[in-house]
C-alpha cells in the first residue's frame, strides 16, 4: 500500500458515538475527532483518508465518509468508543466526559499504510495510540500534528475522562510540529494560566506550532509569532467537536497557507461548525462569505 495515493491529510482516532446531554434534553450524535475533522479538510478540497476504530454497526459512519470523498481505513472492533457528554450548565465549555465502551488502542501496523502530506493524531484519550503509533508516523517524514486531548485524558476509575499526570509529555510532545490544546489542558500541561505564555512554553519543548482554543476564539504560535481569531457562530449549537475541526481547519489550510491566514480560515469554518451539532455540513463558499464579512 505505500506505492498507493499520496494524501493531503490523513486522520488517526475512534470514531465516537456521542451521547450529549445538556438543556435537558438528551441525544446520539456521531463524534470521533477523526470524522469531524474528514468533514473539514474535505470542505477545503483536501484528499483525504482516515484510519479509525469502530463497531462493524456503526459502518454509516464509513460509509458517509466514502460518499464525500474519503478513503478510510477501517478495523473493526467488538465495540464503538461510546462517550457521554454532560454540560451542566450554559457554559459550554464546562463538560464533564465518561467513557462508557471503547473501541481499544491503535498499532503501529494500522498506520504504516498510507502516504500523506500531513498526519492528524486526533484520539480522544490516553492509551488509544501510543508513542509507538507517533513515531511509525514521524518515520514518514510529514507534517505531524495532534491534539493534545488524546494524550492528556486518561480514564479514571469512575469512567470519567480526567487530566492525569504524563510523565513523558516533552518527550512524546517534541516529536510533533503542530499541537493542538484548549485553555484548560495548556494550564494542565504546563501549570501556566496566562495561555500566551503557557503557548511559548509548549512550544519549546519541541512543536513548531501551537494552535490553542479557548473560549473566544483562536490563539496560534507559529514562528515565534502569535495569530487570533474570534469565533463568529450566529448561535452556537454544536460545541462537540470544535476542537477537532479546528485543528484540522488550520492543518488543511496550512499546507499552502501562512500561519495568519490558517488561523483565519480555521475560526471561520470552526464558528460555522458550532451553528449545529456533528461534523460541518456547509460549503467553501459559506466559509469564505463569513471571512469577508467578520474577520476582514
Not at 457528554?85 to 459550554?92: A, D, E, I, Q
Not at 500531513?118 to 508513542?131: D, H, K, L, V, Y
Not at 480514564?155 to 509529555?169: C, F, Q, R, V
Not at 457562530?233 to 484540522?248: F, H, I, M
Request: net charge negative; charged share 25%; aromatic share 8%.
Amino acid at each position: 500500500m505505500n506505492n498507493g495515493p499520496t494524501y493531503d491529510v490523513v486522520f488517526i482516532g475512534s470514531y465516537t458515538k456521542d451521547k450529549v446531554v445538556s438543556s435537558g434534553r438528551s441525544r446520539i450524535v456521531d463524534g470521533g475527532g477523526f470524522n469531524y475533522g474528514a468533514h473539514a479538510t474535505v470542505l477545503l478540497g483536501r484528499k483525504t483518508a482516515a484510519v479509525t476504530r469502530l463497531s462493524a454497526e456503526d459502518i454509516h459512519v464509513v460509509n458517509t465518509l466514502v460518499s464525500l470523498g474519503v478513503d478510510v481505513f477501517p478495523t473493526y472492533s467488538t465495540h464503538s468508543t461510546h462517550l457521554e457528554l454532560y454540560y451542566p450548565t450554559s457554559n459550554v465549555d464546562e463538560r464533564t466526559i465518561t467513557v462508557m465502551q471503547s473501541a481499544g488502542s491503535f498499532t503501529p501496523e494500522q498506520v504504516t499504510g498510507p502516504n500523506a502530506r500531513a498526519f492528524i493524531i486526533n484520539t480522544s484519550f490516553r492509551g488509544e495510540a501510543g508513542e509507538d503509533v507517533v513515531l511509525e508516523l514521524k518515520r514518514k517524514k510529514a507534517l505531524l500534528a495532534a491534539d493534545a486531548q488524546g494524550f492528556i485524558r486518561a480514564i479514571a476509575p469512575d469512567g470519567k475522562l480526567a487530566y492525569a499526570p504524563w510523565p513523558e509529555k516533552k518527550q512524546v510532545l517534541a516529536h510533533f510540529d503542530i499541537l493542538k490544546t484548549d485553555a484548560v489542558e495548556a494550564e494542565a500541561l504546563t501549570g501556566i494560566g496566562d495561555m500566551r505564555k503557557a503557548a511559548l512554553e509548549l512550544a519549546s519543548w519541541g512543536p513548531k506550532e501551537i494552535v490553542l482554543t479557548h473560549r473566544e476564539g483562536l490563539l496560534v504560535l507559529a514562528d515565534g509569532q502569535f495569530e487570533e481569531a474570534p469565533w463568529c457562530p450566529r448561535e452556537l449549537v454544536g460545541r462537540s467537536g470544535r476542537g477537532d475541526t479546528c485543528l484540522a481547519s488550520y492543518v488543511g489550510k496550512r499546507l499552502d497557507a501562512t500561519p495568519q491566514t490558517a488561523t483565519v480560515w480555521a475560526a471561520a469554518l470552526t464558528s460555522l461548525k458550532m451553528e449545529a451539532e456533528g461534523p460541518i455540513k456547509r460549503s467553501i463558499d459559506d466559509v469564505r462569505e463569513l471571512i469577508s464579512r467578520a474577520y476582514a
